[in-house]
């Protein structure tokens, strides 16, 4: 072959490469949505102060975010354990809570819909760590716990009162762990496509998460910060022990409308049913 023809046929291939990238862009963020089994038959008390009936069925959300530098987990859901015996790590929580838990709700079945292992995890990024967030931490002995510095104080030496929610075997594996304390927010990746906000009040270390996704833009996850969008909107926050401090619960309900309304943000709360159910579901995703 002549050496013009052979360039043309270069340059053909190397368009031929590009055209097909161009044909079948790959967002190069996704987020995932996941439950940990689930709650119900509770009082909705819980959630909202003096509010009446019953929550008959809630969710326990955590997230995958895929970053090409690095894959995030948002919170970790209930303690596996909780599958074979959950009165046996939860206490009277499993019955009050009514929670239930099925093998396929262990992390490791969980993260292999959308093909990872818990070793693929780089972060861990927890809203808290009570024991329906926090409870798999000790799953990812190799990626880096990032946690406020004040929810590591509350959950290992808990104010009287607020002992409840932790259970310290979710969390005895962290001083073998890389933990990433903060004091405040953090820009996780350096590009504002993963932001960690300090939003104290439900406990006295609370942060929530702000993803931003190439086509579905901003997407807040609440965690516990609000546990319900009816919270959000009308202004309502638990009672104890679903609220350490209602001045900073209320402050932190502002900062998220800011976020929502100035980004035009999607919101991924911590338990609410209806917005869950009109979610869409890992293996499916945001990009
Ligand atoms: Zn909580």
Not at 19 to 30: E, F, G, I, K, M
Request: proline share 5%; glycine share 10%; hydrophobic share 40%.
């Amino acid at each position: 072959m002549k050496s013009s023809k052979l360039k043309f046929w270069k340059h053909w291939a190397a368009g031929a490469a590009m055209c097909s990238l161009l044909a079948a862009p790959v967002a190069a963020q996704q987020l995932y949505v996941f439950t940990s089994g689930s709650l119900g038959g509770f009082a909705k008390a819980a959630f909202q102060a003096g509010a009446q009936g019953t929550i008959e069925w809630s969710p326990v959300s955590f997230y995958v975010y895929k970053h090409p530098k690095g894959n995030v987990m948002f919170d970790t859901g209930n303690n596996d354990k909780t599958i074979a015996d959950a009165a046996a790590w939860w206490g009277p929580l499993a019955k009050g809570f009514g929670l239930k838990m099925t093998k396929d709700d262990a992390i490791p079945a969980q993260l292999a819909k959308i093909g990872l292992k818990t070793s693929d995890i780089k972060y861990v990024v927890v809203g808290h760590l009570h024991l329906d967030h926090g409870g798999n931490i000790g799953q990812f002995p190799n990626a880096t716990l990032i946690v406020q510095d004040q929810e590591v104080q509350a959950a290992v030496t808990p104010d009287i009162g607020f002992s409840v929610y932790y259970i310290p075997g979710d969390f005895a594996d962290m001083k073998n762990q890389n933990v990433l304390k903060l004091n405040g927010d953090l820009d996780l990746f350096g590009d504002g496509s993963f932001r960690v906000i300090s939003a104290p009040g439900h406990t006295k270390g609370s942060q929530f998460a702000v993803a931003r996704l190439p086509k579905t833009g901003s997407v807040i996850m609440t965690s516990d910060v609000v546990y319900l969008k009816e919270n959000l909107d009308k202004n309502l926050i638990p009672g104890i022990p679903g609220v350490s401090n209602p001045i900073d619960a209320y402050k932190s309900y502002q900062r998220i409308r800011h976020i929502r309304d100035t980004e035009n943000a999607k919101i991924f709360y911590g338990h609410d049913p209806e917005i869950f159910k009109a979610t869409k579901l890992a293996p499916e995703f945001y990009d």
